[in-house]
């Protein structure tokens, strides 16, 4: 199923010391034209393919800024052009809710969407709103969000993304993550600070080994009362696969990027958001494009040959290979200049598994069922 | 049944008491909290008891002893009260106000008596004020500690106060290590035959006896035993059991002679079953150690058909206290 | 306390009085829990509301008596009561009372000293009286209070509820919040707070402070008191927004910073109540397995 990162939107009202996004002077949005445009293309695809289904996850800066009318007429072309394929897309949208409103929720209940991602911080001065970084005003907006949404009877989930501000308290953390949604229900990421980021940005990053000591002392809390708030990944997911109860892993962990696609708010297309902010694996605008021209794109054989690749180079004898794949093809291109190498990420996540995953609960990686060239 | 004692401390003299040393180096405050009388009558009660002991030291001198008696009794439990009938002004007032109407079949007190001219004028009334308020509730024990023991006493107490006919006869054993009076092994058929010859005057008045544990089966001749079974009605047993005493810290062992060796405490347990099976096996160990209180209880018919136990392990024990450490590390006393 | 949600049935809400003004003219027909200044006045006001005024309980307070200052009425049979008393007074002068109180329908909370409470506590429930202790931001939290939830929770003898902590345990769900407060009744789903002038609140502080609700008794609606309670319901995200130490803290979903102070050291609420959350949830647990699941035939 090919899922589109729709980035309608530069614009965003959060000012978090960690983004890393590519910030502009005159954040840019959808023309209507191209919206209309965007969904003829997506039209056109499922008309192409008529087994398949599409997933559109409306993203951002913040995707309220784009406003309530975008999305109306959004709604507007989904029941008009793509009339004959409307059933077969799926909407989510991350949003940070600080700007949500009855409005909004009714034009997204009518996509159906059902709930939405956001993400949260705890500690004051990490995420705020304006130049003063008002975290007071910001969590309190974003409360305003969360419970119009559960006033609406939409669900809501979370990432959380660690800095080095939190490095010398995991578990504060975690339990204030869990006081706030009690069975769980977020994701724990690291920060992900590039070499071109501001000072400010830098001072927030963290090493490999820091994300996964970090997680370790968290897993030793979750571990032994996972039935209180099961829903927290990493962990959950890895418990998953460990136990093959299903392999629930996306993006930087699954075997491919899949169908995935990032489309700007000029029309421009990428492999994924970062891709679009550094250039790279761009694959032309849907202007000029159609999707499948788009999703054949030659440069997607790089980085789908890279399951085939990587076993045999750096991944060789890597015994988190099938839970792993090498990591993200854009860190292995950040660190590397190649997508056949592996994402230098990776350390974290096996020093996690190894150090502290295996040991707390006693289970060793499902033996591969044949030598992983998927 | 569980031995609680209340305290460990008491204020009488008997020669022949084996927790003298033990009393006196208990703390003041070692007292029985409530919290834990609450976790005892809840273990016992959910192992099925439904009756309590309360001993001490002198269990009257608890402060709160009255209050115990009477939650134990409301939570529906017998309480048997061992003591020496030496009771403070001020609980003796308490005592009567609350127990006085108790119903007799869900309280009983023990008076263990000792011969009045072997005892302070004082604290002969204070036990016959209670023997005489208390009369329908109490039952008399005496220790046997030496030989021509008068047993007089005993009857004229029951007769003059009109306590329950019947007189639990405990034998004095020794504390392993201590010094106290008690019956020696070679002292025991004579006191045998100086109570078997006794038993028409108790029967004269009406009065049976009971044997508490630790009396060999071998200390009577047939015929001595055939008038025991006859006075007694076949209620006799020469066995001995891992009686359960708790402290009032929550210590527990199994019975006062052996309150050295082993101890464990209450909480190390999960239920009455698992207590008394480890005790049981722990009595077993150590009788299989050390035998009978004579050499020929090794081979002694009635004690491999389990008719007698030997005698009580004091004895046997006594033999090993000042010895090298070359046996089972159970028969020397806890460091 | 469990949040209200738009599609949860709500329970019938009972409103919490003092019986210093004419309720029995002013809240006639409506659910009541009354606060009595003398144990007498429970069976006159009883027969006085009838069965047209229901009474899920009346509340007597007294902070130095004890059971044996207090005259136990065999004849309140049924009514249900909850006593706050300081403490429960020798046993043995109390024993006839703790009798009757086996045959009738009455809480009793200790407010006296915490270690004396506990044991009180204890002793009524292992006789099979409900009782409790009543907790408040300045409690101690000695170990007698963690005795106290062990016995609770895990004593293998069957004996009555013990409070607050069989209320929280009730009421817990693992997706909501409880508080010890739930025992002065803070719970907008079930109770509003009335006064003679039939001001509204949420709870008995903000009753007194002044902090009303903007409609009274008389025009209140279900759309009214539900909107209000979902409200009052939200109170808990203030300490997120300020990002507050109690919010960091692994029992906050069972304590909701009941026992916060300014320059109060948490380490102790903290250790004590992350056991209470540990002993509802065993408790859940044990319940959840003892279900019965419908037969599939």
């Known amino acids: 199923m090919p899922t589109i990162i729709f980035k309608a939107t530069e614009a965003c009202n959060a000012n978090c010391v960690y983004c890393d996004v590519v910030h502009r002077k005159k954040p840019r949005t959808i023309s209507p034209e191209l919206l209309r445009t965007a969904f003829e293309r997506f039209n056109e695809y499922l008309l192409e393919h008529p087994e398949e289904e599409m997933q559109i996850i409306w993203h951002g800066g913040e995707p309220c800024m784009a406003g309530l009318k975008l999305y109306q007429t959004a709604l507007e072309y989904l029941n008009t052009i793509c009339a004959a394929t409307r059933d077969r897309f799926k909407f989510a949208v991350q949003s940070n809710l600080t700007m949500i409103n009855q409005d909004f929720i009714d034009t997204f209940k009518a996509m159906g969407i059902d709930s939405i991602g956001t993400s949260y911080e705890p500690i004051h001065g990490v995420r705020g709103i304006g130049k003063k970084r008002d975290s007071v005003l910001y969590n309190k907006k974003f409360f305003d969000g969360i419970n119009l949404l559960e006033a609406n009877n939409m669900g809501w989930g979370f990432i959380y993304v660690v800095t080095r501000q939190v490095l010398d308290r995991p578990l504060e953390i975690f339990h204030h993550l869990t006081n706030l949604k009690l069975s769980g229900g977020f994701d724990l990421h690291p920060v992900l600070v590039y070499d071109d980021a501001a000072d400010e940005s830098m001072e927030s990053g963290i090493t490999q080994e820091e994300f996964a000591d970090w997680l370790g002392a968290v897993f030793k809390e979750w571990w032994p009362n996972r039935e209180r708030y099961p829903h927290v990944d990493p962990f959950a997911t890895y418990l998953k696969f460990y136990t093959g109860k299903g392999d629930g892993l996306g993006c930087c962990d699954a075997p491919t990027c899949g169908l995935h696609l990032y489309l700007g708010p000029d029309g421009e297309t990428a492999q994924c958001g970062r891709a679009a902010d550094w250039d790279i694996l761009m694959y032309g605008n849907i202007a000029s494009k159609p999707l499948s021209e788009i999703f054949a794109d030659e440069q997607r054989a790089l980085i789908d040959n890279r399951k085939n690749v990587l076993p045999d180079t750096d991944c060789k004898g890597c015994e988190y290979w099938s839970i792993c794949h090498g990591g993200c093809p854009l860190d292995a291109y950040n660190g590397h200049k190649d997508f056949n190498r592996r994402s230098d990420q990776c350390l974290s996540k096996k020093l996690f598994l190894k150090k502290y995953f295996e040991p707390i609960t006693g289970l060793k990686l499902p033996k591969p069922q044949a030598q992983s060239h998927e | 049944m569980a031995n609680i004692l209340l305290t460990q401390k008491c204020i009488r003299s008997c020669p022949y008491c084996f927790a003298r040393k033990h009393m006196h180096d208990a703390p003041p405050e070692d007292i029985l909290k409530w919290e834990d009388l609450i976790y005892i009558v809840d273990f016992f009660q959910a192992g099925g008891d439904n009756s309590i002991s309360l001993l001490g030291g002198e269990p009257f001198l608890h402060p709160e002893i009255v209050d115990y008696i009477l939650y134990i009794i409301s939570r529906g439990m017998h309480v048997t009260v061992f003591t020496s009938g030496v009771v403070s002004e001020k609980i003796f007032a308490q005592a009567v106000d609350r127990l006085a109407d108790v119903d007799p079949g869900m309280l009983s007190f023990v008076v263990n008596l000792n011969n009045p001219k072997d005892t302070p004028f004082s604290e002969n009334e204070t036990i016959g004020r209670f023997m005489a308020t208390f009369a329908r509730f109490t039952c008399l024990s005496i220790n046997v500690y030496k030989l021509k023991f008068d047993y007089s006493f005993a009857v004229a107490a029951i007769n003059k106060y009109g306590l329950q006919r019947h007189i639990r006869l405990g034998l004095a054993h020794p504390i392993p290590g201590k010094k106290n009076m008690c019956i020696k092994p070679d002292q025991m058929s004579l006191m045998a035959t100086e109570l078997i010859d006794y038993l028409p005057t108790l029967e004269a008045f009406n009065i049976r006896v009971g044997f508490d544990c630790g009396v060999p089966m071998c200390a009577f001749t047939d015929d001595q035993l055939g008038k025991l079974f006859r006075h007694t009605g076949g209620m006799m047993s020469f066995r001995c059991g891992s009686a359960i005493d708790i402290g009032p810290d929550m210590e527990v062992w199994s019975c006062f002679p052996m309150s050295g060796y082993n101890k464990k405490s209450l909480f190390e347990f999960k239920n009455r079953q698992e207590l008394c099976e480890y005790f049981d096996s722990f009595i077993d160990t150590v009788r299989t150690e050390t035998g009978g209180m004579y050499q020929k209880c090794d081979y002694c018919d009635n004690r491999l058909r389990h008719l007698c136990s030997g005698g009580c392990l004091s004895h046997a024990l006594n033999n090993f206290v000042n010895e090298a450490h070359i046996r089972n590390e159970n028969v020397y006393p806890s460091k | ?297």
């Not at chain 3, 019938?12 to 029995?24: A, F, G, K, L, R």
């Not at chain 3, 006085?48 to 509340?59: D, N, R, S």
């Not at chain 3, 915490?114 to 170990?143: M, Y």
């Not at chain 3, 279900?222 to 909107?227: A, G, P, Q, R, S």
Request: hydrophobic share 35%; charged share 25%.
């Open chain 3, 1 to 297: 306390m469990s949040t209200p949600q738009n599609n949860t049935p709500r329970n019938t809400i009972s409103y919490v009085c003092d019986y210093q003004w004419p309720i029995e003219v002013e809240l006639k027909g409506k659910s009541l829990i009354v606060n009595v200044n003398h144990v007498g006045d429970i069976r006159r006001l009883n027969d006085a509301l009838g069965t047209e005024t229901p009474v899920q309980a009346y509340i007597y307070r007294d902070a130095y008596g004890s059971l044996e200052t207090l005259d136990v009425d065999p004849d309140w049979g049924d009514i249900p009561i909850v006593l706050y008393l300081n403490r429960l007074g020798q046993f043995r002068t109390v024993a006839h009372k703790v009798e009757m109180l086996k045959g009738l329908n009455v809480t009793v909370i200790f407010t006296g000293e915490e270690s004396r409470a506990c044991v009180d506590a204890q002793i009524l429930a292992s006789l099979g009286i409900h009782s409790g202790i009543k907790l408040t931001p300045d409690s101690p939290l000695s170990d007698s209070v963690l005795d106290l939830i062990t016995y609770n929770f895990y004593s293998q003898m069957p004996h009555a509820d013990i409070e607050p902590f069989s209320t929280m345990s009730r009421h817990y769900k693992g997706e909501n919040y409880v508080s010890p407060s739930l025992l002065d009744l803070e719970n907008p789903a079930r109770y509003l707070h009335v006064d003679a002038k039939h001001r509204l609140a949420f709870t008995r502080d903000d009753l007194l402070a002044g902090n009303v609700l903007d409609f009274t008794s008389d025009d209140a609606t279900d759309t009214l008191i539900d909107d209000a309670a979902q409200i009052f319901s939200r109170r808990w995200q203030q300490w997120f927004v300020e990002s507050h130490p109690c919010t960091f803290c692994p029992a906050f979903r069972v304590c909701k910073g009941f026992f916060h102070a300014p320059e109060k050291s948490t380490e102790r609420c903290t250790e004590v109540m992350s056991e209470l959350l540990e002993a509802i949830e065993f408790e859940r647990k044990k319940c959840e397995n003892h279900s019965k699941k419908p037969c599939q035939l």
